[in-house]
């Protein structure tokens, strides 16, 4: 780091005279406003914003993003400010700060703030509510097949702890349409039914599934909906207002840049008469469903703050923005794979049912091989699918990904598609 950059990183939490070389990162420069057409100039500023080395594109969004510098500064600084004085008189701020970060959560979902739990992840968010609704003999709780444990094996658990029954609507590859999961669950309920749990983007393939007409299937039906929004949440521009689910889960280290073990859980206000609490210890929220469901007892408040600063950060950048560039990285990216032969993709060539998760099987190469010369020798991030389900490379574009990654991205895989690995 040069004395430039230390000098702003200084600037940014006052003096910090053990701060040594080396522990610290240069100060992003200022976000350009995002102009009315972003272009790659704008997209390159974006991407200043975070600390990843130059070279490194890391396409694994749905499953770890980086924090940006904004959000890194928030944490430094509030945990700075809270060890440097950890008195009771000191840390009220902190706890104003976390219900700051409800609020913004609120917005950034477009309900209140009385209906939002700060969690610590989105296994704990979809582990709420399964283990807190009173399900018992003879109820169903209906599932999409394809979805992460904390939403399948979760329910599985308690289902055989508590009685109830879980069953599960097919989810063929390729994705067969929105319709077809309308009609699907329409058909597969029954006057049991009293959940319906979905992921509103899955991690596999990236199949897009219809949160609002399910959401309504459910309420017309007097079911409960659930839907698991850890690979929407900072993706896409979700409106709970509109999708009106009972329940929404979210993880802060995903899609939405912020720190590590920080969640979210939305809890409609009808439905918070027909969930109890899991979790009782000291310091809840102090507003709303807050009040009874945030009781985990000491968290870290300078990374709950801190999640505050990437919803600050995306929503200045603007949210409708952000989902169509990482679909516009994405599309991009399916158009130069559908181009390598040998490939053999598992991500719906329908824009419409995918957003920005891409599967695919490279030919007979081993896919191990293929992931450790794409990071080791390109530097490109990616993640890997084993098993027997659609297994292969999956890659994750999001706003800090250029359209100069994509094209590097392809050509690497073309070329090890023809040379071998
Ligand atoms: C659809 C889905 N739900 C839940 C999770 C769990 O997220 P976390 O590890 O943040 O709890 C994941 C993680 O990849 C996911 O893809």
């Not at 949160?211 to 949440?233: N, Y």
């Not at 130069?336 to 824009?351: H, M, N, P």
């Amino acid at each position: 780091m040069n004395r430039r950059d230390f000098a702003r990183l200084l600037a940014i939490g006052g003096a910090a005279p053990f701060l040594s070389p080396g522990v610290a990162w240069p100060r992003s420069l200022d976000l350009p406003p995002t102009p009315a057409s972003p272009d790659e100039k704008f997209w390159l500023s974006v991407r200043d914003q975070f600390v990843m080395p130059k070279e490194l594109t890391m396409l694994n969004a749905a499953n770890l993003c980086p924090s940006s510098g904004p959000v890194l500064e928030t944490m430094y600084r509030m945990t700075k400010d809270m060890d440097q004085d950890p008195s009771q008189d000191n840390r009220v701020k902190l706890g104003d700060g976390r219900e700051n970060t409800r609020t913004l959560l609120a917005q950034f979902l477009r309900v209140t703030p009385e209906e939002i739990v700060i969690t610590r992840n989105t296994s704990e968010s979809n582990n709420l509510v399964s283990t807190g609704l009173d399900l018992k003999a003879g109820d169903e709780v209906l599932l999409t097949a394809d979805n992460h444990p904390s939403n399948h094996t979760a329910w599985q658990e308690k289902a055989k702890r508590f009685g109830f029954t879980v069953k599960d609507v097919p989810t063929p590859n390729p994705h067969p349409g929105m319709e077809y999961y309308v009609d699907a669950f329409a058909k597969a309920i029954t006057p049991r039914t009293k959940v319906i749990s979905f992921t509103h983007q899955t991690s596999t393939v990236g199949d897009l599934f219809p949160a609002k007409e399910l959401c309504r299937l459910a309420r017309e039906r007097g079911i409960l909906s659930m839907v698991d929004g850890a690979q929407s949440f900072g993706l896409l521009d979700v409106d709970l207002s509109d999708i009106q689910p009972d329940f929404y889960s979210g993880s802060s280290h995903k899609w939405i840049c912020g720190p590590k073990e920080n969640g979210v859980l939305y809890i409609s206000k009808s439905a918070q008469s027909k969930i109890s609490a899991s979790i009782f210890s000291a310091y809840p929220g102090r507003v709303g469903v807050s009040r009874t469901f945030e009781g985990f007892g000491q968290r870290d408040e300078p990374t709950m703050i801190a999640f505050g600063e990437a919803l600050t950060l995306q929503t200045k950048i603007g949210r409708s923005v952000i989902e169509k560039r990482s679909r516009d990285l994405t599309q991009a990216l399916l158009a130069g794979l559908r181009k390598v032969d040998g490939l053999k993709i598992w991500t719906s060539q329908e824009a419409s049912r995918t957003a920005a998760v891409v599967s695919f099987q490279p030919g007979n190469l081993d896919v191990r091989k293929l992931a450790a010369a794409l990071y080791q020798k390109e530097r490109i991030g990616c993640a890997t699918r084993g098993g027997q389900d659609r297994p292969g490379i999956r890659l994750s574009p999001h706003f800090y990904n250029t359209h100069a990654d994509i094209d590097r991205t392809v050509a690497a895989i073309r070329k090890y598609m023809a040379t071998g690995v």
